[in-house]
C-alpha cells in the first residue's frame, strides 16, 4: 500500500500540470523584419534626362510572394525563415527600389509606376525569378528577367529582353550576413537593369 501511495505522489503532480494546460517557460523569440530595397547610389550633376519610363509592378516567381528569409539546405531544400522576414515581399521592394535608382540616375525626365496620368516612352516590365542565400556554397544569388518595350498606340514593341543574374559571397550563416548577402545580390540586379534602360533610352526619340 505504502508504495502505490509513493507512485500516486509522484504522478499526480504531472497529472496537475497536464490538466491546467501550463507548460514550461520557454525563451521568447522575437520576429525581425529586414528592410531589402537599397538606396540608390547619389547622382552627381544636373538631371537633365529625357522621357518618361513606366515601371510596371515587378512579378513574384514561386515563393517570392511570401516574406521568409529563404535559404537552400545541403538537401536541396528550402527554408523559409520564420523568426527573419523581409519587411514587405521581396518583389514589391524590388519595384521601388527600381523606381528610385531609374530616378536617381538623371537620365530621364520622369520615373512613374503603375497608375501614372503621364505618356510613357518607355515601359518596363520585371519579374524576379530567385532570391536565395545558400550558405553551402557561401553565395547569395538572385535572378530577374526584364523586359524594356516601347509604347505604340495600344501596344508594344519590345526592345530589350534579359535575363539578370548576380551572385555575391556569403560570409556567415546569422541572420545579418544572410541578409546582406542578398540585398548585394539585389544592388548588381538594380545596376544591370538601370543600364540595360539607360542603353534603350539612348536608341530611341523623345
Not at 95 to 122: C, H, M, Q, R, Y
Request: charged share 15%; with cysteine.
Amino acid at each position: 500500500m505504502m508504495k502505490s501511495g509513493r507512485i500516486l505522489a509522484l504522478v499526480l503532480p504531472l497529472a496537475l500540470v497536464g490538466c491546467s494546460g501550463l507548460i514550461p517557460d520557454q525563451p521568447y523569440i522575437a520576429k525581425t523584419e529586414w528592410p531589402l530595397a537599397p538606396n540608390p547610389p547619389p547622382f552627381v550633376g544636373y538631371h537633365t534626362g529625357k522621357g518618361v519610363v513606366l515601371v510596371r509592378s515587378v512579378l513574384a516567381g514561386p515563393g517570392l510572394e511570401q516574406t521568409g528569409l529563404t535559404t537552400l539546405r545541403r538537401d536541396g531544400s528550402l527554408h523559409r525563415g520564420y523568426y527573419n522576414r523581409w519587411a514587405v515581399p521581396p518583389a514589391e521592394a524590388l519595384t521601388a527600389a527600381l523606381i528610385a535608382w531609374l530616378e536617381a540616375s538623371g537620365e530621364f525626365k520622369a520615373v512613374v509606376g503603375d497608375g501614372s496620368v503621364l505618356t510613357p516612352n518607355l515601359l518596363v516590365e520585371a519579374t524576379l525569378n530567385a532570391l536565395i542565400a545558400d550558405p553551402s556554397a557561401r553565395e547569395a544569388r538572385a535572378t530577374m528577367t526584364l523586359v524594356i518595350s516601347k509604347p505604340v498606340g495600344l501596344g508594344a514593341v519590345p526592345l530589350v529582353q534579359r535575363r539578370l543574374v548576380a551572385v555575391e559571397p556569403l560570409s556567415g550563416r546569422s541572420a545579418a550576413e544572410l541578409v546582406a548577402a542578398q540585398r548585394a545580390a539585389v544592388v548588381s540586379l538594380l545596376e544591370q537593369a538601370v543600364q540595360l534602360v539607360r542603353q534603350a533610352q539612348s536608341k530611341i526619340k523623345t
